[in-house]
């Protein structure tokens, strides 16, 4: 089994489809291991995309994903990574994300997309210590 660390960014929670996204991981067949909404501050957010520093729309990214309430998750299951992967669909909504995904049923923008999940088992463990830092390692 593996786990991955699943966002409801900020435009699913103010879009009050927390329990659409939850219900799409639920019946894929995975497991909510771990929940928490909450508002990230600039430090998480920050280290969260770190990757993304240099490009352009990292300033905007920080101020999008630190505006308002999100959810974390870790989602556990076979395969959890890619399946979650699969199931939020492509990054870019309306030109990658295929109808049947989250982004591709549920979201246009390119940066309002819904969901994030973890793109590796490396990201994903540097993910989960970073959102749930008191959870125990598996
Ligand atoms: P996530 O990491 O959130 O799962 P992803 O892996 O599909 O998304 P990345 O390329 O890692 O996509 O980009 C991370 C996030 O940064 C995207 O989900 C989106 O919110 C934002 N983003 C990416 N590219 C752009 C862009 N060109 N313009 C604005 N925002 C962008």
């Not at 089994?1 to 900020?10: D, G, M, N, Q, Y």
């Not at 109808?99 to 463990?125: F, K, Y």
């Amino acid at each position: 089994t593996e786990r991955t660390l699943v966002l409801i960014k900020p435009d699913g929670v103010a879009r009050n489809l927390i329990g659409d996204i939850l219900a799409r991981v639920e019946r894929k067949g995975l497991t909510v291991a771990a929940l928490e909404m909450r508002i990230a501050g600039a430090d998480v957010a920050g280290e969260h995309y770190a990757e993304h520093a240099e490009r352009p729309f990292y300033p905007a990214l920080l101020e999008f994903i630190t505006s308002g309430p999100l959810v974390a998750a870790v989602v556990e299951g076979p395969r959890a990574i890619a399946a979650f992967r699969q199931i939020a669909g492509g990054t870019d909504p309306v030109e990658k994300a295929v109808p049947g995904t989250i982004r591709g049923d549920l979201a246009l923008d390119g940066q309002q997309n819904l969901v994030h999940g973890s793109d590796s088992a490396e990201s994903a463990a540097r993910e989960i210590a970073l959102w749930f830092p008191n959870l125990a390692q598996s």
